[in-house]
């Protein structure tokens, strides 16, 4: 049976990973993304603003290259139209979807307190309305709303077959530094696992995974420093195994990382 997956986010990083590794697998991918412009921090490397301004061609290209299938969409999570729009164009293109990797975020940093950087000296703001408008659009509402058009596709057509996965960080005792960050993931692990719960009938495993640090290009050498630094085929390879039928038992879990 051929598998089709839609991961967002998957311009760079573990969603540009994940893709390919499930391309690896045999599955079709369709691959979506944002561009944007981050705001300006002089304590971050030019890798993380060169791989948020970039498209998804070279993804593409690497599974296309490799004898695998996969399709790019430039998509807002943040827009409430485009979860319908992403599986209309995933069924049309590729087939109908029954591997979804949410994986992109909205990340902002920010803090209750009165500070302008952290401890690796990255810049942050305040918590304000902006910046929980900016989480929450994309990590817990974005991810919920692609569960539940995931969902509805899948129940329609009859599926017995099917895998959510969620990347997150933090966790539901707080995330220091990046408050708004850590609380929006927070809704998308509860999102997950209540999905785990109502679709195990359906034939449908949902899962999260709590990569740790992973450099996907914001990696300081006072990160580095302070921490075991992984790399994006790490999480890819632990999401590639959820969406297979080895983990076909696997389900309802937060699976974290070091």
Same mark, same amino acid.
């Given at each position: 049976?051929?598998?089709?997956?839609?991961?967002?986010? $998957?311009? *760079?990083?573990?969603?540009? =990973?994940? #893709?390919?590794?499930?391309?690896? *697998?045999?599955? *079709?991918?369709?691959?979506?993304?944002?561009? @944007?412009? +981050?705001?300006?921090? +002089?304590?971050?490397?030019? $890798?993380?603003?060169?791989?948020?301004?970039?498209?998804?061609? !070279?993804?593409?290209? =690497?599974?296309?290259?490799?004898?695998?299938?996969?399709?790019?969409?430039?998509?807002?999570? #943040?827009?409430?139209?485009?979860?319908?729009?992403?599986?209309?164009?995933?069924?049309?293109?590729?087939?109908?979807?029954?591997?979804?990797?949410?994986?992109?975020?909205? /990340?902002?940093?920010?803090? %209750?307190?009165?500070?302008?950087?952290?401890? @690796?000296?990255?810049?942050?703001?305040?918590?304000?309305?902006?910046? &929980?408008? =900016?989480? &929450?659009?994309?990590? $817990?509402?974005?991810?919920?709303?692609?569960? #539940?058009? %995931?969902?509805?596709?899948?129940?329609?057509?009859?599926?017995? /077959?099917?895998?959510?996965?969620?990347?997150?960080?933090?966790?539901?005792?707080?995330? +220091?530094? !990046?408050?708004?960050?850590?609380?929006?993931?927070? $809704?998308?692990?509860?999102?997950?696992? =209540?999905?785990?719960?109502?679709?195990?009938?359906?034939?449908?495993?949902?899962?999260?995974?709590?990569?740790?640090?992973?450099?996907?290009?914001?990696?300081?050498?006072?990160?580095?420093?302070?921490?075991?630094?992984?790399?994006? !085929?790490? +999480?890819?390879?632990?999401?590639? @195994?959820?969406?297979?039928?080895?983990? #076909?038992?696997?389900?309802?879990?937060?699976?974290?990382?070091?």
């Amino acid at each position: 049976m051929i598998h089709t997956a839609i991961v967002t986010g $998957a311009n *760079q990083g573990i969603g540009a =990973a994940t #893709a390919k590794a499930l391309a690896a *697998q045999g599955v *079709q991918v369709l691959v979506t993304y944002l561009r @944007f412009v +981050p705001a300006p921090d +002089p304590s971050l490397p030019r $890798a993380y603003f060169t791989a948020r301004e970039s498209g998804a061609e !070279e993804v593409v290209a =690497a599974i296309t290259e490799a004898g695998g299938r996969a399709h790019a969409v430039e998509a807002d999570l #943040a827009d409430v139209g485009t979860p319908a729009r992403l599986f209309d164009t995933a069924e049309r293109v590729l087939g109908p979807v029954d591997i979804l990797v949410n994986n992109a975020s909205g /990340w902002v940093q920010d803090t %209750f307190l009165a500070t302008e950087t952290d401890r @690796f000296g990255r810049v942050l703001s305040g918590v304000t309305a902006q910046t &929980f408008d =900016a989480q &929450f659009a994309v990590d $817990a509402r974005g991810s919920a709303l692609m569960i #539940a058009e %995931f969902a509805r596709r899948h129940l329609a057509r009859g599926g017995n /077959w099917g895998r959510v996965v969620g990347l997150t960080s933090g966790g539901p005792l707080g995330f +220091p530094s !990046e408050v708004t960050y850590g609380a929006a993931k927070a $809704a998308m692990d509860n999102y997950t696992l =209540a999905a785990a719960h109502e679709l195990w009938p359906h034939g449908v495993t949902a899962n999260v995974v709590k990569p740790g640090v992973v450099d996907t290009g914001w990696v300081n050498d006072a990160v580095r420093a302070a921490h075991d630094v992984s790399q994006p !085929e790490d +999480p890819a390879g632990v999401v590639a @195994f959820l969406c297979s039928d080895a983990a #076909a038992r696997v389900t309802r879990n937060v699976i974290t990382m070091y």
